[in-house]
């Protein structure tokens, strides 16, 4: 399976935002900025945030977005599958309606690496991410840059 972009960048603009949190909200251009990537490409990515209640919005002067919860309450799977969907390596498994369902052997292979890749993203927090960028990048002040 195969994380988009929309899903890389998501979580890099959920980072941003969970570095700041303590510090207000950041403007979309501001993060566009220092990550190198398109504000219309951001806006696209956080409406979805938004609407789905791990983003807020501010308007006016003092406006952009922060983090609706602190980052240790919200995980890297919870991100991804508001940008990305079910993260399941195929259909089946979260629509077993074929007709070998009951009998096929590969599905039970499908369901545990969902399980597994569950398991993954579901145990790694905004804070955790966050930690680790501190620790790897100690000289960082507001922002980070990420490739990833």
């Not at 398109?38 to 002067?61: C, D, H, M, W």
């Not at 890297?76 to 629509?95: A, F, M, N």
Request: hydrophobic share 35%.
């Amino acid at each position: 399976m195969k994380i988009s972009t929309r899903g890389r960048y998501g979580i890099r603009l959920m980072l941003a935002l969970a570095l700041n949190y303590e510090k207000g909200t950041i403007p979309l251009k501001a993060i566009a900025k220092d990550q190198g990537i398109s504000e219309k490409y951001l806006e696209q990515i956080i409406n979805p945030l938004t609407k789905s209640g791990l983003v807020k919005s501010f308007r006016g002067a003092q406006g952009g977005y922060t983090l609706t919860n602190h980052p240790s309450e919200t995980t890297v799977g919870e991100v991804l599958r508001v940008l990305e969907g079910s993260l399941s390596p195929v259909d089946c498994v979260d629509h077993p309606n074929c007709a070998n369902s009951d009998h096929c052997v590969s599905l039970s292979v499908w369901r545990k690496m969902k399980e597994a890749l569950d398991e993954v993203v579901d145990g790694i927090t905004l804070a955790d991410m966050a930690q680790e960028y501190a620790e790897k990048n100690p000289d960082a002040t507001e922002f980070f840059r990420c490739e990833g």
